[in-house]
């Protein structure tokens, strides 16, 4: 059975920092393209960042560069993101992906950031 758990959101003021985890199970972690995207009250959900497999390099939506980074451990099938200076408009519920060779879900994690 596919799971993927995501964990580390929270409350936190302008400018502060929090670390997601996504751990996952029932699937080979390794040669799969991991992201992770967010949706804010009202809004369609979006990208904020993506992972391929094998080394190669991350992307990230406009919104978060320079200040997320994605990262992930094969080893511990888990995927992260790391999010500084963070803003309101960062506010929203953040979803870990794996988007290829098949797409599935995780439930989210809140991120508040409080104006």
């Known amino acids: 059975q596919v799971q993927l758990v995501e964990s580390g959101g929270g409350l936190v003021q302008p400018g502060g920092s929090l670390k997601l985890s996504c751990v996952t199970s029932?699937?080979?972690?390794?040669?799969?393209?991991m992201g992770w995207y967010r949706q804010a009250p009202g809004k369609e959900r979006e990208l904020v960042a993506t992972?391929?497999?094998?080394?190669?390099?991350?992307t990230y939506g406009d919104s978060v560069k320079g200040r997320f980074t994605i990262s992930r451990d094969d080893a511990k099938d888990t995927v992260y993101l790391q999010m500084n200076d963070l803003k309101p408009e960062d506010t929203g519920m953040y979803y870990c992906?794996?988007?290829?060779?098949?797409?599935?879900w995780g439930q989210g994690t809140q991120v508040t950031v409080p104006s």
């Open positions: 992906k794996s988007d290829w060779p098949s797409i599935h």
């Open positions: 029932g699937f080979t972690f390794s040669i799969y393209h």
């Open positions: 992972i391929p497999s094998y080394g190669n390099p991350p």
